[in-house]
């Protein structure tokens, strides 16, 4: 514990000297002379006085220290049946050109530009493209449907809107301009450019006045990289919230070059010339953080993976992919691992691949339950390094600083507190709670480089969901608890946000939508333990006076609902109908003695409960429907 020892405390007690020393390991236009500052609203800045920009970081500067013939970026997809390797050098080229190709049509320094792609090159080449003329990107995950991107849109306002023909899910085709055209129908803001990239054929045709190609852009003069200040934003990135509106969570230029540049040596210990793997989505901030900037500022060659863990042909996948392209550190979810283990569980395939350049597997985006982490340690034997962090902040908070020391993890946790974090487990009212004890979740402020300094145009909702609660700190919407040794168990969300399959969806959204539907009275949505996907939602419906739907047609056009309004991805299946919903007396649904009831967990019957009745009643629909693994057969 020594050595993490020292470099954390340093991280905590001399804060602005320990960050100084990291921004200096990067290449800034101007050095920063303020290291850590307050803005007139009293939000944290880090090295508000620097200037840089974070795409020259990740090409120009990987070029100009030699590495221009050394791959870049691996784009590897079994769905399409391609590898293609691009170096640094022309990536370089591609994403100068692309960058001249925005800013002659008119897209320069400040305006937001929505990426909406599949996991393609082009989506790589947009984003450092934007980063590189200083423009604000927003990528939003192609999995979402019309109705996410159109609430995007119309925060962000951007400029364009950059997507492809199409995406691919296993062997379905997935067009993707028919859900832009949707999305932008029913956005208020229209933005004036939309650019696709053709991948083998145009299901519609382009106006070529406002639609226009992809590859048209690349026909451009290359443009140089822009200065930033080190505050200036980088991207937004909308992650969901408690209500229907997304947050969109700001990430800076300097701060977060800092902090990847840390966490890459620190954390990851990924060194210059490594092959990075982050079994990911560009949609998420795991693709941002650790696809694109992350593995590029460090010098590695990143591999973007256009493919699924299993059925890509098959449960081999993720190791033919280590294997084929010599991946030192690998990163992906749970979910994926569980998928993998269930359809070869002796690990017959894994076996046949040659994993001797695999360091470490780390895993994030969901916890990771013990029989999940110990079956894949004890088949890679390797370390499996499980750790905890969020779209807010960019980057680890917990875990183990592999770069560091290597530490032994233990089982159910999600490690130590990372460089920077000062994490505290609170009370309700604020009260420090001892080891062991369960509780909130929360950061002392400052936060550490390279996380949110607010949301986008909404300092307001930045303090009520973040500061407010606990001032001083830094709530992160996650329970759990420390143990005697200080390592971090993170026992889930405290709020209406869940993970399916390593996908951060909001029940609160959810419900809305649900309580939409005209025979609706009221209803709660709640996340219920699924073997494969670590959470999935269930409804649970009370109909108004006078309506007697079929459950079953009911049901199914809930389902489409919230498929058409979110996407396929929030995997709501179930809307069971119930007499009444159980509530405190002051009117509060109690949706998490709901779910332990699924879940076949132990809970105490509230105090403040209406009526303890109702919940024998929600514990019979539960089971005769089957919803929760407490009532599988
Ligand atoms: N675009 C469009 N649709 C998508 C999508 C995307 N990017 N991702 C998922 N979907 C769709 C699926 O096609 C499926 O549609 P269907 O209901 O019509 O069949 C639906 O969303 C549910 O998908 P999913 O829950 O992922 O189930 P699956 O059976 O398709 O795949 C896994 C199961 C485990 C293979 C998959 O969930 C997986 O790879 N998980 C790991 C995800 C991950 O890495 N998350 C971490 C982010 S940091
Ligand atoms: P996202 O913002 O999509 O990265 O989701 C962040 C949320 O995912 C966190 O607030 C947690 O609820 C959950 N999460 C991420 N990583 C872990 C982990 N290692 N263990 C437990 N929960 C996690």
Not at 121 to 138: E, K
Not at 450 to 478: E, K, M, S
Not at 539 to 554: R, W
Request: charged share 25%.
């Amino acid at each position: 514990m020594e050595k993490y020892n020292a470099i954390y405390q340093d991280s905590i007690l001399n804060k602005e000297s320990f960050w100084a020393a990291q921004a200096a390991r990067i290449r800034w236009y101007k050095q920063p002379s303020v290291i850590l500052s307050q803005n007139e609203k009293g939000f944290y800045r880090w090295f508000a006085d620097g200037e840089i920009n974070m795409a020259a970081l990740c090409l120009d500067h990987q070029v100009e220290s030699g590495r221009g013939d050394q791959t870049a970026l691996i784009y590897d997809s079994p769905v399409s049946k391609t590898v293609k390797r691009y170096t640094y050098r022309e990536l370089l080229e591609l994403v100068s050109r692309f960058a001249g190709g925005l800013q002659q049509r008119g897209v320069t320094k400040g305006d937001t530009v929505v990426i909406y792609m599949p996991m393609i090159p082009q989506a790589v080449i947009a984003m450092l493209a934007c980063a590189r003329i200083g423009a604000i990107h927003s990528v939003v995950f192609g999995g979402f449907a019309p109705h996410e991107l159109a609430m995007r849109i119309d925060d962000a306002h951007p400029k364009a809107v950059i997507s492809a023909s199409f995406g691919i899910e296993f062997d379905k085709i997935i067009p993707y301009k028919p859900l832009v055209d949707k999305a932008i129908g029913e956005a208020t803001h229209k933005p004036p450019l939309h650019i696709f990239y053709e991948r083998n054929g145009m299901y519609d045709q382009l106006d070529g006045v406002t639609e226009i190609e992809f590859d048209l852009l690349l026909q451009a003069e290359p443009a140089g990289p822009v200065p930033v200040l080190s505050t200036d934003p980088l991207y937004i990135l909308y992650t969901s919230g408690t209500t229907g509106k997304p947050k969109g969570i700001i990430r800076d230029h300097g701060g977060y070059a800092t902090a990847l540049k840390f966490s890459m040596d620190q954390f990851y210990d990924a060194r210059p010339g490594d092959v990075y793997w982050a079994a990911s989505d560009v949609g998420w901030v795991v693709g941002h953080s650790y696809i694109v900037y992350g593995p590029l500022l460090q010098g590695c060659t990143t591999v973007l993976y256009e493919g699924k863990p299993i059925r890509t042909p098959d449960a081999g996948a993720f190791w033919r992919v280590v294997s084929e392209h010599r991946v030192n550190v690998m990163f992906t979810a749970p979910t994926a691992i569980r998928a993998i283990k269930k359809e070869d569980h002796e690990g017959s395939l894994l076996k046949r691949y040659d994993l001797s350049s695999l360091r470490t597997l780390f895993l994030a985006g969901e916890r990771c339950d013990p029989p999940t982490w110990n079956w894949i340690r004890e088949l890679l034997q390797k370390p499996v390094i499980d750790h905890w962090w969020q779209t807010e902040t960019g980057w680890p908070m917990v875990g183990i600083m592999m770069g560091v020391a290597h530490q032994e993890p233990k089982a159910g946790s999600a490690g130590l507190p990372v460089c920077g974090y000062e994490i505290h487990i609170l009370s309700d009212e604020g009260v420090e709670l001892g080891k062991g004890k369960e509780g909130y979740i929360a950061a002392k402020l400052p936060l550490p480089p390279g996380c949110l300094p607010t949301l986008w145009n909404n300092d307001d909702r930045f303090i009520a969901g973040y500061l407010q609660h606990f001032p001083g700190y830094y709530q992160t919407g996650d329970g759990g608890y420390l143990d005697e040794d200080g390592y971090c168990y993170i026992m889930g969300r405290v709020d209406d946000v869940i993970n399916v399959s390593g996908h951060r969806l909001s029940t609160g959204e959810m419900e809305e939508l649900v309580a939409s539907h005209p025979a609706v009275a009221e209803c709660a949505v709640m996340g219920i333990a699924d073997e494969l996907r670590g959470q999935r939602p269930i409804a649970l419906v009370v109909l108004k006076d006078g309506q007697h739907p079929d459950e079953e047609v009911l049901e199914e056009e809930l389902v489409n609902l919230i498929r058409e309004k979110i996407g396929a991805v929030a995997f709501f299946r179930n809307a069971a109908l119930v007499k009444r919903l159980p509530k405190t007396r002051s009117g509060k649904i109690l949706r998490k003695t709901i779910r332990q009831i699924a879940d076949g967990e132990t809970y105490t019957v509230p105090s403040t409960i209406d009526d303890p009745k109702i919940l024998e009643e929600i514990r019979e629909t539960l089971e005769e429907r089957r919803l929760g693994l407490a009532f599988r057969m």
